[in-house]
């Protein structure tokens, strides 16, 4: 597997083949999430926070899982384009709901017993979003199963790798969030795929996950 510089390098390269494509899905999901956000502001009691807990799965969860899947293809230098958020919108919809939501679901759990045990299955969860994009006959919980699997043994790296972009974040903060649309968001979003590629090519050399899983005819 390619170390964390590796993959990082890589995808600064796959996001310059594609630049405008990278930045428009980064700016069209992240204003969308935002606008659902500010629309359920609005004072609304009890309605109110059943509409955010709806946005957030219904909504904002399918986007994330179709933005995942547009990276893939960037990172793999497969040609995309931001068009495949809205046009992967349908497909696997409820499949893409149930994963990201059970997924949500067990963090929420382990958070609750220490920050800590949240934090650790966060990360270990943390392919689920690519799995269901990238593999569109394995089912929701399966998709938790793979990506626990294709995460151990590499969860600091992950970590590190996700530390690493605080420094872009709290800079792109003072620029207005310029700087995130322009740059660390697809530099984020490509890095993120990159380790999906590469954890999950790597598993299945090794047999911790058989192609047969990720095809779902087992299931």
């Known amino acids: 597997m390619s170390s964390r510089q590796e993959i990082k390098a890589y995808a600064q390269s796959a996001i310059r083949a594609q630049r405008s494509t990278s930045i428009l899905a980064v700016l069209i999901v992240t204003l969308l999430i935002a606008a659902g956000s500010i629309f359920n502001t609005v004072p609304g009691g009890l309605l109110g926070?059943?509409?955010v807990l709806a946005t957030i799965y219904f909504v904002?969860?399918?986007?994330?899982v179709n933005l995942a899947g547009l990276f893939v293809k960037v990172f793999?230098?497969?040609h995309s384009s931001a068009n495949e958020i809205f046009s992967n919108f349908p497909i696997n919809y409820l499949r893409k709901v149930g994963g990201m939501a059970w997924m949500q679901l067990f963090i929420l759990l382990w958070s609750l017993l220490l920050i800590v045990p949240g934090i650790i299955k966060g990360i270990s969860y943390s392919m689920t979003s690519y799995i269901l994009a990238d593999n569109p006959n394995v089912t929701a919980r399966q998709a938790l199963k793979l990506s626990m699997r294709m995460t151990n043994g590499h969860k600091m790296d992950l970590f590190v790798m996700y530390l690493s972009?605080?420094?872009w974040l709290?800079?792109?903060v003072f620029t207005c969030m310029i700087l995130y649309f322009a740059y660390v968001g697809p530099y984020m979003h490509a890095t993120y795929a990159g380790y999906y590629v590469q954890l999950r090519d790597k598993a299945l050399v090794n047999g911790t996950i058989h192609a047969s899983e990720l095809t779902g005819r087992l299931q």
């Not at 904002?60 to 994330?64: I, K, R, T, W």
């Open 60 to 64: 904002d969860n399918v986007l994330n």
């Open 76 to 78: 793999q230098g497969q």
């Open 49 to 51: 926070s059943w509409m």
């Open 170 to 172: 709290v800079l792109s």
């Open 165 to 167: 972009f605080i420094g």
